[in-house]
């Protein structure tokens, strides 16, 4: 007779959902803040300008921004390829709070406020501006934090789905194996 608890893995997997969850909230909730996750954020989004420093001043000032979205969606892409969608899940929020971090700096655009590491132009600033959108940096920050909250409710929630694993088709009866690919997940 099988048992009603979910396996230990499950509950581990769910308790960690709940922890990067609750830190995500925290994160997104006052994206000002700096916390852990921002140190290494800060590193991947500087090391952005350089990377995309060949490719002139504009995407020299979007590089920061891009690579700090592109880093963990290779993260995010490398884990769904090896079929892990939970882990796949649980870094997608890691996109989400890059986001929230990224609105911030978009909103000091006109405002200057933010301290910049080394000094310099303020990314947001120079960008908006050569697109003739400065005067709009609080609502395109407020609209980038926005997407950044629903991207994390969708990657917890896919997480929460993910976190109980499919069984084998071995471990399946022989009748139900025809059925295997169609069958509904349990939350």
């Known amino acids: 007779m099988q048992s009603l608890s979910p396996p ?3 509950r581990l997997r769910q308790a960690l959902v709940v922890g990067v969850a609750l830190y ?3 994160c997104l909730r006052s994206p000002q803040t ?6 290494v954020n800060l590193a991947v989004h500087e ?7 060949p490719f002139g001043e504009l995407v020299g000032a979007l590089g920061g921004t891009l690579l700090q979205l592109i880093m963990p969606l290779c993260f995010v ?6 079929n892990d969608r939970f882990a796949a899940s649980i870094v997608l929020g890691w996109v989400a709070q890059n986001l929230g971090n990224i609105s911030v700096y978009i909103a000091d655009a006109r405002a ?5 590491v ?3 132009e303020h990314d947001w600033a120079y960008i908006l501006g050569e ?15 926005l997407a950044g909250m629903l991207l994390f409710a969708c990657a917890m929630l896919s997480a929460l789905y993910w976190s109980t694993p499919v069984p084998d088709s071995q471990d399946q009866p022989e009748r139900s194996r025809a059925s295997a690919g169609t069958e509904h997940r349990r939350i």
């Not at 090391?47 to 420093?53: I, N, P, S």
């Not at 892409?77 to 090896?82: A, E, K, T």
């Not at 697109?131 to 980038?144: E, K």
């Open 47 to 53: 090391t952005g300008h350089l990377v995309f420093a």
């Open 34 to 39: 700096f916390r852990l996750l921002d140190f």
């Open 8 to 10: 230990l893995h499950a």
């Open 131 to 145: 697109f003739g959108l400065l005067q709009h940096d609080l609502s395109i920050a407020r609209t980038v934090l």
């Open 77 to 82: 892409v490398s884990f769904y390829r090896r």
């Open 24 to 26: 995500g909230i925290a």
């Open 118 to 120: 080394g000094g310099g």
């Open 112 to 116: 200057l406020e933010l301290p910049l």
